[in-house]
């Protein structure tokens, strides 16, 4: 159990990632991708108890692509990587470590794994799910910043779901 992501619990998604192949169809531009990997997490995330949102604002300036936010508080951040060049050429992840209790990388099983580091977790997935491939480890927040990042998220997600009423 790595903060309330329970990394043991086996859900169909999870075999199904033994069986996947990947699509390389040149339709499926860098944005299409980085959408359908962001769907994929977000499932996982509801599976798993969390409250995600996309593209969580953050204090400093940067969004990170995926929070998830669970029952005792603890967040999660998970960066999307579509592809070698979009993980090369954005350098900025580390920027949002002091802002979650976990990280983690977030690409299609196809992507080549030894690009990331290993110091942080690493998630596989697709449109229809996703399974964590090696779990984050935990740098818990200190509670001034929990409070000041939790009332972000909770404002953010208050915005957006008036926005779709």
Same mark, same amino acid.
């Given at each position: 159990?790595?903060?309330?992501? *329970?990394?043991? @619990?086996?859900?169909?998604?999870?075999?199904?990632?033994?069986?996947?192949?990947?699509?390389? *169809?040149?339709?499926? +531009? =860098?944005?299409?991708?980085?959408?359908? $990997?962001?769907? %994929?997490?977000? =499932?996982?995330?509801?599976?798993?108890?969390? +409250?995600?949102?996309?593209?969580?604002?953050?204090?400093?300036? =940067? @969004?990170?692509?995926?929070?998830? $936010?669970?029952? &005792?508080?603890?967040?999660?951040?998970?960066?999307? &990587?579509?592809?070698?060049?979009?993980?090369?050429?954005?350098? &900025?992840?580390? *920027?949002?470590?002091?802002?979650?209790?976990?990280?983690?990388?977030?690409?299609?099983? +196809?992507?080549?794994?030894?690009?990331?580091?290993?110091?942080?977790?690493?998630?596989?997935?697709?449109?229809?799910?996703?399974?964590?491939?090696?779990? +984050? %480890?935990?740098?818990?927040?200190?509670?001034? @910043?929990?409070?000041?990042?939790?009332? =972000?998220?909770?404002?953010?997600?208050?915005?957006?779901?008036?926005?779709?009423?």
């Amino acid at each position: 159990m790595f903060l309330g992501l *329970d990394v043991t @619990r086996v859900s169909p998604f999870h075999e199904q990632m033994q069986n996947v192949t990947t699509n390389t *169809d040149p339709v499926f +531009s =860098r944005p299409d991708q980085t959408q359908l $990997l962001t769907r %994929g997490v977000m =499932r996982m995330f509801i599976d798993l108890g969390h +409250s995600p949102i996309a593209e969580f604002k953050l204090a400093n300036g =940067r @969004r990170a692509d995926v929070a998830g $936010l669970d029952r &005792k508080g603890h967040l999660t951040i998970v960066e999307i &990587k579509s592809c070698r060049a979009d993980f090369e050429s954005d350098q &900025k992840w580390p *920027d949002y470590i002091e802002f979650c209790d976990q990280f983690y990388f977030a690409v299609d099983p +196809s992507f080549p794994t030894d690009l990331l580091p290993l110091s942080e977790g690493l998630i596989f997935a697709d449109a229809y799910g996703a399974t964590i491939h090696r779990p +984050s %480890g935990i740098r818990p927040m200190v509670a001034a @910043r929990r409070k000041a990042v939790t009332l =972000r998220f909770a404002r953010q997600a208050a915005l957006r779901a008036l926005a779709t009423e």
